[in-house]
């Protein structure tokens, strides 16, 4: 917490984030006034079983050729649901587990589950039933908060800069970026002045879970142990590297499914995984060809953080310390369910939510959808 600010300014919220890697659902806690005042609360992970991971990745397949947002063919209705539903039981676990009342939090944030993230069409797809979460927590939900700054031209991600700036408020070090390393990388660079340049770096663990997965069954590359074991293929990194995403002037944003696997598939299982981790590095790195001025230090959140591979490689190719979140006093599991929780307390207020350089929308603005529990309770 920042400062002496009465309680009775301070709203109690719940972030839940599903992220692109699909590894599980992120709870988090945390009391705000939606600006600089944030009391941080407990966290858990609830990792999906085998069977969700399956739902989502089939979902995921389905969803490529959607043109519209609502539309919910083939295995999307049923992965919503089932989505949702697994949510409200992590939710009823966080609860009992933290010895939190529920009517003690004022406001849910909801992810939900991108499916399809194309802006330069003006469509973005998260899946999550707002109104059924609601009934089945019995607390107010807020959803699909991007959708409204794509509606507007906005890239619709990250929207997260907003609550980096609130936990960066008192680090010495400026400029710092934050880079949060989920199914797609994603950082926040705040200046001196507390300006915003947000955007997707590129590939984060996506490109890399779906090489193990394919290569050996295995969902992750655990420690970053199998890349550590390969050679980099240079020549796949120029041809990965050449795509003209990068050179793109923020803010700019990406689907989980951007890129391919074509340009590693005649590499061994070690190497393959060495270059395409090599890719998620590089990429985070070149993003400060974008950047006002270099960052004094890199703040690493998310899943990537644990690759001790990426993290090494990322601190080759950047001049200043990268560090885990935790090296500043976060919670680099926890990080972007907070921001939820946050976001869904800003977007309550009226408050901003995007900004100009952080999703390119034209003014900064509000967003998300409100959905209050009815009198009917679910069981």
């Known amino acids: 917490m920042h400062g002496k600010v009465a309680m009775s300014k301070l709203m109690r919220a719940v972030g839940l984030m599903s992220g692109t890697s699909l ?30 991971r399956r739902v989502l990745v089939n979902a995921i397949a389905d969803a490529r050729d959607l043109h519209v947002r609502d539309a919910r063919p083939y295995s999307l209705a049923d992965a919503e649901r089932a989505l949702t539903e697994a949510h409200g039981i992590a939710v009823a676990q966080f609860f ?39 009934n ?49 990388a994603n950082l926040t660079w705040i200046g001196r002045d507390g300006s915003l340049l947000a955007f ?26 199998t890349a550590g074991q390969g050679q980099v293929d240079e020549d796949a990194i120029i041809s990965l590297l050449s795509d ?5 002037t923020p803010p700019k944003s990406l689907d989980r499914n951007a890129f391919a696997l074509d340009a590693v598939q005649h590499l061994s299982i070690e190497d393959g995984a060495a270059t395409l981790t090599a890719f998620t590095a590089r990429s985070i790195a070149k993003a400060r060809e974008h950047m ?23 601190a080759e190719q950047v001049h200043h310390a990268v560090v885990p979140a935790e090296a500043i006093g976060l919670d680099g599991d ?32 509000s967003g998300g959808l409100r959905a209050d529990p009815t009198a009917h309770v679910i069981h």
């Not at 599980?24 to 069977?51: K, N, S």
């Not at 509606?151 to 070090?173: N, S």
């Not at 770096?201 to 142990?225: E, F, H």
């Not at 003209?244 to 793109?248: L, R």
């Open 334 to 365: 926890s990080l972007e369910a907070e921001a939820w929780a946050y976001l869904a307390v800003r977007s309550t207020l009226g408050l901003p939510i995007t900004f100009p350089g952080t999703t390119g929308v034209p003014e900064p603005m």
């Open 292 to 314: 006002p001025s270099e960052p004094e230090l890199w703040v690493v959140a998310g899943g990537g953080r644990r690759n001790k591979t990426i993290m090494g490689m990322l």
């Open 244 to 248: 003209g995403y990068f050179a793109e």
């Open 200 to 225: 997707d770096t590129g590939p984060g663990n996506a490109l890399i879970n779906d090489w193990m997965l394919r290569k050996t069954g295995a969902y992750l590359d655990s420690g970053g142990v």
């Open 23 to 52: 590894d599980g659902i992120d709870v988090a806690l945390i009391d705000t006034d939606g600006e600089d005042h944030v009391i941080r609360g407990p966290a858990m992970t609830f990792p999906y079983d085998d069977d969700m």
């Open 136 to 184: 089945f927590t019995r607390c107010p939900v807020v959803y699909d908060l991007r959708a409204a700054d794509v509606d507007a031209g906005g890239e619709g991600a990250p929207l997260v800069p907003a609550y980096h700036r609130a936990l960066t408020a008192k680090l010495p070090q400026r400029p710092v970026a934050i880079v949060n390393i989920g199914g797609v």
């Open 96 to 134: 009992q587990e933290a010895g939190i009342e529920r009517s003690s939090v004022d406001v849910i944030g909801f992810h939900g589950q991108t499916v399809l993230h194309r802006p330069e069409i003006g469509l973005t797809v998260q899946l999550g039933l707002g109104d059924l979460l609601a």
